[in-house]
Every structure is written in C-alpha cells, then in structure tokens.
C-alpha cells in the first residue's frame, strides 16, 4: 500500500513539473510572438515613414491645370530668361512657388529623358542650392516648380536700384555661400553636375538674404535661346562663360569656376564686368582690377569700389580669388571647395599670374608654369591649352580689348 501510494504520488509530483513546464514555455512562446509582433510593427512604421520620406524627396507631377490654378493663370510675372518666364504662384494659400514656364513645346518622345532629368535635380538638396518642388510635362506646358525666393537674384543688389541695401561683409558671406552651392554640385553629389551658367540672375536670395543657386541641371534639360550663346551647343552667357565654351576645347566643371570668378569681380566692383560708359581703361573691369595688382597698390581700386579700408584684407583675398578663377586654363583654376578656403582665408593663396595675358600678346602659355603645380590643381589637364596665337576669350572680351 505505502509502495503504490509512493508510485502515484511520484507521479503526480511529474506530471505537475511537465504541466509547469509546458505553461512556462507557453508563456515564452507568447511572448516572443508578442515581442515579434512588436518588432515589424516597429519595422512597417519606419518603412513607411522611410517610404513617405522618399516620396516626398522626389519632385511632384503637377498638372497644367493644377499650375494656371496656383499662379492666378499665370499672372504675377517675377521675370524671364534664356529658358523662357518665372511666375509667382501659391499651393493651398500656404506654399509659394517660382514656376518656371519653358520654351518651345513638350514632344512626348523626350518625356523619359526630361523627367529622368528632372528626377535628379529634385532630388540635390543643399542649403544653398533652390529646391525643385516638382514639375509639368504636358502637350500644351513643360514647366519647373521651385521653392520661392522672396529676394529675387542678386544681380538686383549689385548692379539695380536696390545696391546700397546689401554691405561688404553681407556680400562676402553671399560669395562664399555660393561656392558651398556650387561645390556641392561639383564634388558631393552622386553624378557631377555642371551648372554652365553661373552669374548674378542665378544667384537667388530667400527672405533672410541666404543666397541659393538657381537653375542647376538645366543645361542638360533645354536649349537656351534669346541671351545664352548658340555657338557650342547653347551653354553659358556671354560676359560669363569660359574660354574653352567658345572653342573646340573640352569643357568641364572647371567653366563653372571660371564663371564664379566673373562673379566675384562683379561682387567686388558693384558693377557690371564690361561698362562701355566708363573711361576706357576701367571699361573691362577685370583687366582693370588685374593692372591695380600688377602695381601692387589697392588704393584706387578701394576708393573707386567705395570699399571701406578695415576690408582691405578680405578684398584683396577675393580678387586673388577672382584672379585664380578666371585664369585662361581650365587645370589651373582650383576647385570650388577650394575656393571655398580661400574666401573664408583659410589658406594662403599664392600670387596669381595674369589671367588676361593671352588676349594681349603673342603668348606661349608654358606647360610646366610654375603655378600649374599649386596645392589645388587636379592631375594633368584632359586638354592641351598652349596656344601660339593670338586668342581672344570671348566675343565680349575680344570687344573689349580692341577698343583698349
Ligand atoms: N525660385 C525663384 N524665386 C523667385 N524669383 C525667381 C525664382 N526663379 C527665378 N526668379 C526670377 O525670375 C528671373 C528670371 O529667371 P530665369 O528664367 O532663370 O532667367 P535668368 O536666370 O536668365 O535670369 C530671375 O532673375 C529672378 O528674378
Ligand atoms: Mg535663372
């Protein structure tokens, strides 16, 4: 009797450990299902925030109808260019927008190609380069959809009616903001983009005066007209492009620096680089600016910029830059990043040698000038820049040499 109650209770004691057994992973179970649950509930959130983030990078297909309800049917004109007119438009009573109007009709063959294009430039986002919210491709209407910058472009601050409001230091820091921009374009993004137009009607200022590049990517979107140079393939504008866009030279992110450096003279001066009412010597501002380095004195060039003396270092600085900038041959030019530096004088920036010497005598440019072995240059130039003649860089320069 004691032998068969030990048996059942022995039994018992585990067929009780089995049931708590089986309870606890039960339980472990459950709650590594729960735990699981709550991880790719976890995951779909952020997969779908990570898909609603994507979606919102890419630019937004508008309708024409969409666009003529936002801009009052193109009404309120902020100006026109190469590409054709900008409106002033609103979306929900909240968002303005710059559209964009382009020239000439949407041919469906190409539509692939445009919002390839347009897909890239939607999706560059820096600081200092204006946003592309989206974009319209119909038979009757092929437009761009920009952030809206409230103080238009720049060139209104230097050369119109607005040219006090904006003081040196304010300009500076516009010049070195526009650098980030175009380095940016240049070296940080996937694929390179050259921007091919840069001057003061694409620099565009938003309501705190932070300047932002307009118009990136669209070289390669439309043929300019009207103001934009034919010539070789419809690039750059006159007074801005670089030699090598005027010549069956390669052309490369280097015609963007030498666009900048024009830029920057014209930041330094408050004027327009070529002003045929000025005395002659001053008429091309940049030689002008080179000969007041030549003989190593800024003082004219203080007073007639009307640039307080406590600048006289960070000008000096920007016309050096300037100088790099614009030299004839593209290798010898630095990168934007580097630009960048000497702005901010964050580098010494050697002695420049003379830009402009080409278009006055009969030049051999040197293959191993001592500058072309400065810190900033890249590696052995794709093209071969000696000349034995004469060579004017542009039409407008050639101009304006001839009449020196
Ligand atoms: N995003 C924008 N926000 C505000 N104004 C703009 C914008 N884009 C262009 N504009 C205005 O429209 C003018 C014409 O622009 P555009 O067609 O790019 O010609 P361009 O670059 O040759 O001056 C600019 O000079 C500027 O005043
Ligand atoms: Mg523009």
């Known amino acids: 009797m004691s032998s068969s109650s030990g048996v059942i209770s022995t039994v018992i004691v585990i067929v009780m450990v089995l049931v708590i057994m089986i309870v606890i992973g039960l339980r472990r179970r459950a709650e590594a299902i729960r735990n699981n649950a709550h991880l790719s509930e976890f995951l779909t959130t952020t997969m779908d925030k990570f898909l609603h983030d994507m979606a919102k990078e890419k630019p937004i297909r508008f309708t024409s109808q969409q666009l003529r309800i936002a801009t009052d049917n193109f009404t309120n004109l902020l100006g026109s260019g190469g590409f054709g007119a900008v409106y002033k438009g609103v979306f929900n009573n909240e968002t303005t927008v710059a559209v964009k109007v382009l020239n000439g009709t949407s041919d469906k063959r190409i539509e692939q190609q445009f919002m390839a294009e347009v897909g890239t430039i939607g999706r560059v986002h820096h600081f200092n380069l204006v946003r592309l919210y989206g974009f319209c491709f119909e038979r009757n209407l092929r437009a761009l ?192 990043s580097m630009v960048v530096k000497m702005l901010e004088g964050a580098v010494e920036i050697p002695a420049p040698s003379n830009p402009f010497g080409h278009l006055l005598v009969e030049t051999q440019i040197p293959n191993n000038s001592i500058f072309a072995n400065t810190t900033w240059t890249e590696s052995k130039s794709t093209s071969d820049l000696t000349e034995s003649k004469l060579i004017c860089a542009t039409p407008e320069i050639e101009a304006a040499c001839s009449s020196a």
């Open 145 to 336: 959809v920009y952030e809206y910058m409230m103080n238009g472009s720049l060139d209104k601050f230097l050369f119109g009616e607005q040219k006090i409001l904006l003081g040196f230091e304010k300009l500076h820091e516009i010049a070195i903001a526009t650098a980030k921009g175009i380095a940016y374009l240049h070296e940080e993004c996937q694929h390179r983009i050259i921007h091919y137009d840069i001057k003061p009607g694409n620099i565009l200022l938003d309501a705190n005066f932070f300047p932002k590049v307009a118009d990136f990517g669209l070289a390669k979107l439309c043929n300019r007209e009207n103001t934009h140079v034919t010539m070789t393939g419809g690039r750059g504008t006159p007074g801005y492009a670089a030699p090598e866009l005027w010549m069956p030279y390669p052309v490369t992110h280097k015609c963007d620096v030498y666009s900048f450096g024009m830029l920057l003279f014209e930041i330094i001066g408050r004027r327009r680089n070529l002003d045929t009412e000025l005395p002659e010597s001053q008429e091309w501002f940049p030689r002008w600016v080179w000969s007041n380095i030549e003989n190593g004195d800024l003082g004219q060039l203080m007073e007639v910029c009307k640039i307080d003396d406590k600048n006289r270092e960070t000008t000096e600085r920007t016309i050096k830059t300037a100088l790099w900038c614009v030299q004839y041959r593209p290798e010898l030019r630095p990168l934007m």
